[in-house]
């Protein structure tokens, strides 16, 4: 069964700290996998990675993907309350298709 | 810009009537697709499209059709409600690339309550 595996459900932390979200898969015909914030509502897109090894960058967040040991990290550098979000993870397989990850929960209290 | 435009935010129904639900991009992607988001169980595809009069079913595409008449509008529609469909709906849009499920922009969501 295709499957996205999210951890951890959800991380409490305080400004300033440093932060690791992990997205494993188990997919057939892998082709990408995004990274997306939601906050209260739509999510918005951050991340896609598509090759092993080469990180992605933006601001304080980063990203990059192990093909051989099918996973993701999403790391993101002294946080701040706005970082508070649902973090989800999606993999596009087999062409067109998509899965979701349940996400990750991240709540900074300053 | 307005992006991703859905209507309604809200709706409630009763158990077997029907609805639609609109969504509209001004953006000219391409792509458009339906998700359906419950509480622990992430995003699920329902139904996208690739272009004008191709559509195609995801994950979770019972009870539910579409149809893509124009590149700016695919509306989703519940043919006979029931109580499983209670869920936020969200409408999601991107340009066509060699990936089929690129940087999607999505819509504010639909929260749908059927009784």
């Known amino acids: 069964e295709d499957k996205v595996v999210q951890s951890p459900l959800s991380l409490v932390v305080h400004e300033g700290d440093t932060v690791t979200l992990n997205c494993s898969y188990e997919?057939?015909?892998?082709?990408?996998l995004l990274w997306y914030k939601q906050e209260k509502k739509a999510p918005t897109f951050l991340f896609m990675l598509?090759?092993?090894?080469i990180e992605k960058k933006s601001g304080r967040l980063s990203s990059i993907l192990d093909k051989k040991e099918l996973f993701s990290i999403l790391n993101i550098t002294a946080t701040q309350t706005g970082d508070s979000a649902v973090y989800l993870c999606?993999?596009?397989?087999?062409?067109?298709?998509?899965?979701f990850g349940t996400g990750t929960r991240l709540q900074v209290f300053p | 810009n307005a992006g991703v435009t859905q209507t309604p935010k809200f709706q409630v129904l009763k158990t077997g009537q029907s609805m639609t639900l609109q969504c509209a991009q001004d953006?000219?992607?391409?792509?458009m697709s339906w998700y359906r988001q419950d509480p622990g169980m992430g995003l699920r595809l329902i139904h996208y499209?690739?272009?004008?009069?191709?559509?195609d079913q995801g994950e979770v595409p019972n009870g539910y059709n579409v149809s893509r008449s124009t590149t700016e509008d695919f509306p989703l529609r519940l043919l006979s409600a029931a109580p499983s469909q209670t869920s936020v709906y969200f409408c999601?849009?991107?340009?066509?690339?060699?990936?089929?499920?690129?940087?999607?922009?999505f819509g504010q969501g639909t929260r749908l309550t059927v009784v």
């Open positions: 999601a849009s991107s340009r066509a690339t060699g990936f089929f499920h690129t940087e999607a922009f």
């Open positions: 997919v057939t015909n892998f082709r990408s």
């Open positions: 598509t090759s092993s090894g």
């Open positions: 999606a993999v596009e397989y087999n062409t067109d298709k998509l899965i």
């Open positions: 953006m000219n992607h391409e792509y």
């Open positions: 499209s690739v272009g004008a009069g191709i559509t």
